[in-house]
């Protein structure tokens, strides 16, 4: 895991603040305390204690642009190094009974959060090895001073029962901190995981909107030259070979066509409004995975054909996509008589009627598709939306002739 090397390097820069804060609080007691008992001179043993909790920082300093591998065994070297120079300092202040021995566990719970399983319990055995030596082994203030009122003798009992709660709160926080670096390492696997998972499936939509694209190229030449193919056939007077080879080359184009586009076998001849969207939504999926259909309007709307109108949908879709559209709208209206159906994207690559020519032949296919269904196409660019404008009046129900009795 690439992130971690990073993580410990901060921490040691975090520790050096730390320290020198640690120290700078330490200086400023001992200094009070001479204000306070004037004969109270800090010792230079102690002088010698304050000094040692800045060397890991002087290690940090020398070492912090090290190779990122090596940054957490020199995070967990320093805090080696602050176990060490902590003792010294409570050795030298009175021993285990000075409220200064629980900083030890600032260094442990740091070294639970970040080190190896036995780098961690390492130093907790270092940890209590020390707290339970300075206990018995320790440098005594003088006994008329103030600083001995801070860190005098204490009976047995209430001394063991602080080596007691230190032991247990040692132990604890560093189960703790091994515990959440467990459950972090899990979490981080796991959205490394889903990130994998992420990339597999945008790469996939690209190779399939890549391939639909191709697809997508092909079937415009194509169904314009089953287009002029079957408007060559009807001219008058054209020899029987040039009419055969006509019928072959438009039967050709039009399975070649079949074969690159997956049709909608199963669309009735007459499909309510709702379904031909719906439908036009899963068919632009496979070109554009992000593209967000909105539709509005009476979705129980007939329209028939339905093929036809989901042709001119689709390529008004190919169009949208094609200008790097993010959003497409379908909007069915009814003024009066006359059906409106609007289709309006945000591409930002085409704002203008010349920047549409790239696409004139899927435009003109969508013009003799309505002129066939009797409806006529507007386009309008705007500034932040392009829009087609697509009307035809409402066909008038045959009126029944009345029969006599």
Known sequence: MTALPNVH????RRLIALRSLLVLSLALALLTLRRVS??????????????ALLVPSLVA????????????ALLGVELALDLLAV???????????????????????LAALTQPPRGAWGLLALTLAGYLLVGLWHSAPDPHSTLHALSRELSPTHGLGMSVVFVALAGVLTLLGQVIQTLSRDQQRQQERLLEL????????????????????????????????????????LPDATREDLIQIGALARRVADRLRRPDPE?????????????????LRHLQPTLTLTVEGDPGRALAPAPDWFRVLANLGYNAIDAGAERLVVRLDDHGGRQVLQVSD???????????????????LVEAT??????????????QWSQARIEWKTPTPMATPETGP
Do not use: K
């Open 87 to 109: 003792l010294i300092v409570v050795q030298q202040l009175g021993g285990a009974a000075n409220p200064l021995s629980f900083y030890l566990l600032v260094p442990l719970l």
């Open 38 to 51: 004037p004969e109270l001179l800090p010792p230079p043993n102690v002088l010698f204690g304050l000094a």
């Open 9 to 12: 390097r901060v921490w040691r």
């Open 370 to 383: 309505l002129e066939a269904l009797g409806a006529t196409l507007r386009l309008d660019f705007h500034h």
């Open 346 to 364: 945000d591409g930002p690559r085409q704002q203008g009627p010349t920047d549409r020519e790239g696409l004139g032949v899927g435009l003109a």
């Open 198 to 237: 992420a990339g597999r499936r945008e790469r996939l939509y690209q190779v399939a909107a890549t391939l639909a694209h191709q697809a997508h190229e092909l079937n415009t030449p194509l169904s314009s030259l089953v287009m002029l193919a079957d408007n060559a056939l009807q001219e008058p007077g």
């Open 267 to 283: 669309l009735p001849p007459r499909c309510d409004y709702g379904t031909l969207c719906e439908r036009l939504r899963l068919h």
């Open 61 to 72: 300093v020398c070492s912090l642009n090290a190779r990122p591998s090596r940054q957490r």
